[in-house]
């Protein structure tokens, strides 16, 4: 009889949990969302998170906030949501870097795949290879190429960290061309852009979104991107191959990641929510203005996580391709 009661009192408590889980999942959001940035404010992962936030808050109901965790090429904010409390309110505000590249150069505690939920692809943007054009006035390529060449070692590039698009495409392009130059790493394209700005670093083969602005100012002069086509909001520059050096396609892809093990209900919000953002004009509008390409990518967060593991590979090779070596834990 103690047994009986014992097992049927286990059982209503077990019943009272899940009713209580589920009706937590229903009542998602009813309290603010923090959007995760891996880097400092100014680079383009940031001004994507601050574009698509404000218009999510309204969509969803509830206040999305941006907060940056830079460091490690991501990998601190990275691990930061990874061991977050799955439950929707901790998102990470991704992107190829601290996702699929960096991981294969910087030691990490969590499983960069298996790690997360995967949400929603926001879409992909170029590199753009820009320089200070009162430091260094080359007005081609072929001009910068040469003048690296004489000097091996001697000129510097800025990137966003170890492993990031910026990163990859000047080792990338070091690696066809034979100019050797030195990598000075940041914790994010907005500091490198400030020292380039500067004459502290001599060129950055940064995302887009995050030199725009200062091409279109005309304090840095661009010479290249490092995407197939050229870009539709900077169609006057040429593309890598049509600048002379071929064999080099790297872009840089953004995404909406949580941590693993989300409710299905939870998800199934997010998903829809960012979905609908993602399709409002004026997201959408913003987002092209920064030389994003929005979607093209798995539309599902099914589809998504396959993606990621695919990226994953791809970049594990691309990395073992150039030699460069994971750093030590």
Known sequence: MIKKTLCALIGTIALAQAGAVHAADEAFPNRPIRLVVGFV???????????????????????????????????????????????????????????????????????PVNGYTAVRYIGSVPNILVVNPTKNDVKSLKELSDLVKASPGKYTYASSGMGSPQHLSAARFSQITGAEMEHIPYKGSGQAMTDLLGGQVDMNFDTLPGAIGQVRAGKLRPLAVTSAKRAASLPDVPTLAEAGVKGMDVEQWYAVLAPANVPPAVLAKLDQALNETLKDPGVSSKLAEQGMVVGGGPDTPADFQTFIKSEYDKYGRITADLGLKKKPS
């Open 41 to 111: 404010p100014g680079g383009g992962t940031d001004v994507s998170a601050r574009i698509i936030a404000q218009r999510l808050s309204e969509v969803i109901g509830e206040q999305l906030v941006v907060e940056n965790k830079p460091g490690a090429s991501g990998l601190i904010a990275g691990e930061m949501v990874a061991k977050a409390a799955p439950d929707g309110y901790t998102l990470l505000l991704a992107n190829m870097q601290s996702t699929v590249s960096a991981p294969h150069m910087l030691p990490v505690s969590y499983d």
